[in-house]
């Protein structure tokens, strides 16, 4: 997974920097991620941004809701921030039907299942929300975006990882007939089960996500884009990687290359004068 995009400092509702700031809930303690993760400073943008949190609300325990279970096993490295004093209680949901077998960072049994537009969440009271490659598989996003907001705690963070559906990959997902998504799912979505359903509301993208953002008073703090693909296709799907080169080409870059997924750390607003960036 290669960075290609920069990430945009912005300010928290006190207007201090985001970039520079030092069912039931379970330990997040015992979550097993890859040992070369263990020691070290935290520096993946999700895992940074939960240690900065942390370190804002020292004495806590952090109540992290993770929507949707496709994500990343190690992205937010659970490990690592208890070893750093980052107490995290972590709670899962994913959408019922949905093919979560192949999220690596939870048993089945550690998942609620239920329709996101109406299974019961707190109300201001969770202070991290986790969803990655939820939004972009599911209906009514900004429905479920508004609901997940609703559980923040005021100055609370959303962190979101969803495919751009305005890239190249993204384009190539939602076009596909399913027999052809089938034989190159592994390729445009590395260590997951699948393929699982390609919808891509408009809402997915860096215009759609700005525009929710301002339209709700939230805060975007940092964002990056991820090229995430295997560099070595498999054999079934050797002509996925000639087909993305041939839209963004086609397409004078309209659905870029250069790039797969977005990620976006948005912070609720202690009071309605945060800035938007």
Known sequence: MTSVGGSAEGFAADG??????????????????????????????FARSIYNYGRQHEGETIKLLQVGCTGPADELELDKLHAHGIDVSIRRIDQENSEADGAASASPGDIVFGDLRTIPLPSRDVGVIYSAHLLDRIQHVELVLDRLVAALKPGGILLLRFRDRECAAGLLDRRLPQIARRAVWHWLRPEQEGPLPAIYEPLLSVEGVYSYAL???????????????PRRPARMAWGAPLACRLIAAMSRGKHPDDHDDLLYVIRKPVNRFARVL
């Open 16 to 45: 201090s920097s985001l970039g520079t700031q030092p069912a039931d809930w379970t330990s997040a303690a015992g979550t097993r991620t890859r040992a070369a993760h263990l020691h070290g400073a935290v520096s993946d943008l």
């Open 215 to 229: 339209a709700r008073g939230l805060a975007i703090g940092e964002r990056q884009a991820l090229r995430d693909r």
